[in-house]
């Protein structure tokens, strides 16, 4: 009985055209067609870490490509499908490209709050910061906060209301006050543009 060569990538590439995938998905496999390869060459190795972060490597680049789930799911399959620990090898890749699209997800929820967009202006230099961000990841209130207290000092900011959630204000206070803008209640001065 004569042994069987391991599939080719590039079989996997004529495999997954029969899907109709999108453009995103041919450059996707594009992009991971060398990872791929060098998988192919593991083939006879038995599974370790760096066979797993392998696979976790060419999840994170399908998301970066921008992949579809369907082709995350199955990008492995002609790569892997004999291999005993095929299941471990996908759900490395799966993983990695859902944990990259989460973080994409929440870098883009977290641009929507930043500078101009989270800051109204009131009257005699004050505005107003919405501040209800939606992390809790200190390294990334931090990051927006100094983003926001900068805008503010670049537009002469001299007193500023917060309102919204704790963790984000507390960033957001640190920072103004590195920049010299005070914080507090609405001056009794202030009126509110919708409350005019």
Do not use: K
């Amino acid at each position: 009985m004569s042994e069987r060569a391991p599939p080719s990538p590039r079989a996997g590439h004529a495999a997954h055209g029969a899907l109709g995938l999108t453009e995103a998905d041919a450059r996707a496999l594009s992009a991971t067609a060398s990872l791929r390869e060098r998988l192919v060459g593991l083939a006879e190795a038995p599974l370790d870490n760096d066979t797993l972060l392998l696979s976790s490597t060419i999840g994170r680049v399908l998301a970066q490509a921008g992949a579809s789930p369907t082709l995350a799911a199955t990008v492995l399959d002609p790569v892997v499908a004999r291999w005993p620990a095929a299941g471990a090898l996908r759900a490395a890749a799966f993983e990695a490209f859902a944990a990259t699209r989460a973080e994409e997800a929440s870098r883009e929820a977290i641009a929507a709050w930043r500078y101009p967009r989270c800051v109204v202006p009131l009257e005699d230099g004050a505005f107003g910061v919405c501040v209800s961000v939606p992390t809790d990841d200190p390294e990334q209130l931090a990051d927006w906060a100094d983003h926001v207290a900068a805008g503010l000092a670049r537009a002469g900011a001299r007193h500023v209301v917060l309102s919204g959630e704790a963790p984000a204000a507390r960033a957001l206070l640190d920072a103004l006050a590195l920049v010299g803008v005070p914080t507090g209640p609405r001056p009794l001065h202030l009126r509110l543009p919708w409350g005019r």
